[in-house]
């Protein structure tokens, strides 16, 4: 079963995460954290779903910044429930862009729940 704890993340990439959390809890935004570490096998698991077994698409990548240990995910919280309406997700990432992530709200096929550290190319 996929990680939701930081501490599985990189040192990097967990400064990054408690900086986010940080700004997230003074901006009065609850979320939780759905996944950081997720194994070779979690992945291809999920990327088989629509292609190979039943579901939908939920990745296009066979190796991705979760076995990285380089990316996290999230899910809003309002009143108590998970929140999934993609407007929810615009202030969380900006305040992950403010922190210096890359927030896949950005990418042509949006990962609004995905945070990732930033990289040189």
């Keep these: 079963m996929a990680s939701k704890n930081p501490k599985d993340l990189v040192p990097e990439m967990q400064v990054l995460y408690a900086k986010f959390k940080e700004e997230m809890d003074k901006a ?5 954290l759905t996944c950081t ?3 070779e096998e979690e992945q291809l698991t999920l990327w088989n779903q629509g292609r190979n077994t039943v ?3 939920v990745t296009w990548l066979k190796h991705g910044k979760h076995q990285e240990r380089k990316a996290f995910d999230i899910a809003i919280i309002t009143d108590g429930k998970l929140d999934w309406r993609d407007f929810m997700y615009a202030p969380a990432g900006k305040i992950g862009e403010s922190v210096g992530l890359v927030w896949g709200g950005i990418w042509k096929v949006r990962d609004l729940a995905h945070f990732q550290l930033k990289e040189a190319v």
């Design 55 to 57: 579901g939908k698409i």
């Design 37 to 39: 570490f997720r194994s």
């Design 28 to 32: 009065g935004l609850d979320f939780v």
